[in-house]
């Protein structure tokens, strides 16, 4: 509903700046023109900011120049051009929202591998650290080997906490949370010389 929303407002504002171009006095369509790009800009930037950054970038600088173009009083270049910031800026939120949809996916298979893979990492952890009985393995100092376990016992609490708050509200900070996890235990796993997943 939100990207029908902005469509509809691009759209609109789109027309609206052919019209204007036809003004016979072009300053007030030309500060009329950035400031609708302006506000379409900050209502749809922090979407474009996290799934197409490189566009948003894009779009900015435009805005600037066109910025920079008003203070100049080039008033028919600031309502000629705005109509192709608003095409850009249109498109660029059509495929912000393309983008989210593939990460989304993106998310959802690596959470699948996480819920398949953590259970048997932890388990053959749980298992070495067991069979040592609070003492070192070979060539480990005690110091190293009670830091080891702390990070293990960290990581083992940060994917515990991320699996029991899954849900889509904070699902892509969830997986990360979880990544990480699952990071710092493979490391324990290859120092130990534990094999696993």
């Known amino acids: 509903m939100m990207f029908k929303r902005s469509a509809i407002t691009l759209a609109a504002l789109a027309v609206g700046l052919v019209g204007l171009a036809g003004c016979a006095s072009q300053k007030e369509p030309a500060e009329q023109a950035i400031a609708a790009i302006e506000k379409s800009l900050e209502g749809s930037g922090a979407m474009l900011q996290k799934y197409v950054p490189e566009r948003y970038e894009e779009i900015s600088a435009s805005v600037t120049s066109l910025r920079e173009r008003l203070a100049k009083e080039d008033y028919g270049d600031v309502v000629s051009g705005a109509p192709a910031i608003v095409d850009t800026l249109r498109r660029a939120v059509a495929d ?54 702390a990070t293990y016992d960290d990581a083992r609490a940060s994917w515990s906490k991320a699996a029991e708050a899954v849900d889509a509200a904070n699902f892509e900070s969830t997986v990360a949370t979880a990544s990480e996890a699952r990071t710092a235990i493979a490391g324990v796993m290859d120092t130990l010389g534990v094999k696993g997943s």
């Open 96 to 149: 912000s929202q393309i983008r989210k949809a593939q990460m989304k996916v993106e998310l959802e298979s690596v959470w699948e591998n996480l819920v398949k893979t953590m259970p048997a990492m932890l388990a053959a952890v749980d298992k070495k650290i067991s069979s040592q009985a609070g003492r070192p393995p070979k060539d480990m100092d005690r110091d190293a080997y009670n830091a080891l376990v």
